[in-house]
């Protein structure tokens, strides 16, 4: 069974039933991590999900500092932009090549 899309992603492409576009997309490769005092890297979303998460909590510390809103559920903001989005369709990242 297929998630409907939400109603901030209708009419962006591609025109797939279901959720089809990710929300936001951020390189995860080799992120490096110290685990129990140790170094290493890590890929996939475990790592760039708390990537982005940390540059939305820096970007609400300056809002909040300089006595702005934070910014809240941000998906119906990207997508009243569709212009902005790049649907990449062709390539390879190489990650674990």
């Known amino acids: 069974r297929r998630e409907q899309a939400p109603a901030w992603q209708l009419g962006l492409p591609p ?3 279901g959720r089809g576009i990710p929300d936001v997309s951020l390189a995860g ?21 708390p ?7 820096l970007i609400n ?3 909040k500092a300089k006595g702005r809103p ?7 903001v990207l997508y009243a932009s569709p ?4 649907d990449i369709t062709e390539g390879d990242n190489r990650c674990a090549s």
């Open 83 to 86: 212009e902005m989005f790049r």
């Open 70 to 76: 934070l910014v809240g559920f941000l998906n119906p």
């Open 51 to 57: 990537a982005f998460a940390g540059m939305i909590s």
């Open 61 to 63: 510390a300056e809002r």
């Open 15 to 17: 025109t797939a039933t």
């Open 29 to 49: 490769h080799a992120y490096a991590m110290v685990v129990g005092g140790k170094w290493l890297t890590v890929d996939g979303t475990s790592a760039s999900s």
